[in-house]
């Protein structure tokens, strides 16, 4: 804990990125795009990735869930709504772009992911409370 900083919390956002950028965006290169291409046939290839991808996410969403509850999660993306109902009323995003949207909507999930990855260590810094599982 003694070397936890800022840099792991902008590692772990990085990497809740790229696992929902890969999964899904709005280029058209994304898994959900190479698996639409050439659908209901499925390579080897594309369920090891599918596969790969899903323990990801179910890694990272029970990481989550677990550090933050779901009332965590709820206020946090409520104040990233916020966030963008404020950048749209200021004329800053519009919502007609849907792809601007989509990219925005993907990147609060991928923030949301990395602060639930992070969270335990940000708690145990601020408050010096380890937080541990409980085996009974």
Request: hydrophobic share 55%; with cysteine; aromatic share 14%.
């Amino acid at each position: 804990m003694g070397n936890f900083n800022l840099s792991g919390v902008l590692w772990r956002i990085a990497f809740s990125l790229v696992l929902v950028y890969l999964t899904f965006n709005p280029s058209g290169h994304s898994y959900f795009h190479w698996l639409a291409d050439g659908f209901p046939s499925i390579t080897p290839a594309k369920a090891i990735a599918g596969l790969a991808l899903l323990g990801a996410w179910v890694f990272f969403v029970h990481s989550t869930f677990n550090a933050l509850g779901g009332l965590g999660v709820g206020l946090l993306v409520a104040l990233f709504g916020c966030i963008v109902w404020w950048l749209v009323s200021q004329g800053w995003l519009s919502l007609e772009n849907r792809a601007a949207m989509a990219w925005v909507v993907l990147g609060i999930l991928g923030v949301v992911l990395g602060i639930g990855m992070s969270w335990s260590l940000i708690r145990q810094k601020a408050s010096g409370q380890a937080s541990v599982d409980r085996v009974d």
